[in-house]
T-cell receptor, first 114, second 114 residues
Framework: QQQVKQSPQSLIVQKGGISIINCAYE??????FPWYQQFPGKGPALLIA?????SEKKEGRFTISFNKSAKQFSLHIMDSQPGDSATYFC?????????????FGGGTRLMVKP | DVKVTQSSRYLVKRTGEKVFLECVQD?????MFWYRQDPGLGLRLIYF???????EKGDIPEGYSVSREKKERFSLILESASTNQTSMYLC?????????????FGSGTRLTVV
């Protein structure tokens, strides 16, 4: 069964600190790894995504690190802000998957304290 | 601005009622999905569709059905609503092309069954 395991379930970080969320996957056919950010009462929104041909992708304060041999990827939020408080989901998908279905991790609830 | 629109933000229904949740996307996406989100359980796939009139069961299809008569519209039907179907329901869509497989989510419908 395809699975993506995400940790931790919840995270509290001080303002200005680094938030790190980790995901691990089993299926080596996965070739697309997005992260979604969800604020309370809203649907998840695509935050940043990476493909396995690169080891890191950075967009502003958000960075994905990808370790293909370990089948792990992580989201780093630098200089975390109270406005980053949200639930974060990692996901994985692959080509030729009917409907390009994403397999989601269980989610991480991030709280950034002022 | 491209979007996925869910017809209701909040819905209260009685046990045993037949409930329709509507989702419309304006991006000409081939794929559409219905998820439910519950605290501690992440996103669970109910049904998805990769073409008009096509549907596939997800992880938790029991008690639900779907309809996709037009490309832009994907409806979730609760045949006989029960209290354990009280949840946040999220619709999403995506394209079937090599490249960005990311989903676009709607804002969600919070359904309460009493």
């Amino acid at each position: 069964q395809q699975q993506v395991k995400q940790s931790p379930q919840s995270l509290i970080v001080q303002k200005g600190g680094i938030s790190i969320i980790n995901c691990a996957y089993e299926n080596t056919a996965f070739d697309y790894f997005p992260w979604y950010q969800q604020f309370p009462g809203k649907g998840p929104a695509l935050l940043i995504a990476i493909r396995p041909d690169v080891s890191e992708k950075k967009e502003g304060r958000f960075t994905i690190s990808f370790n293909k041999s370990a089948k792990q990827f992580s989201l780093h939020i630098m200089d975390s802000q109270p406005g980053d408080s949200a639930t974060y989901f990692c996901a994985a998908s692959m080509r030729n998957n009917a409907g390009n279905m994403l397999t989601f991790g269980g989610g991480t609830r991030l709280m950034v304290k002022p | 601005d491209v979007k996925v629109t869910q017809s209701s933000r909040y819905l209260v229904k009685r046990t045993g009622e037949k409930v329709f949740l509507e989702c419309v996307q304006d991006m000409d996406h081939e794929n559409m999905f219905w998820y439910r989100q519950d605290p501690g359980l992440g996103l669970r796939l109910i049904y998805f569709s990769y073409d008009v009139k096509m549907k596939e069961k997800g992880d938790i299809p029991e008690g639900y059905s779907v309809s996709r008569e037009k490309k832009e519209r994907f409806s979730l039907i609760l045949e006989s609503a029960s209290t354990n179907q009280t949840s946040m329901y999220l619709c999403a869509s995506s394209r079937t092309v090599n490249g960005n497989y990311g989903y676009t989510f709607g804002s969600g419908t919070r359904l309460t069954v009493v």
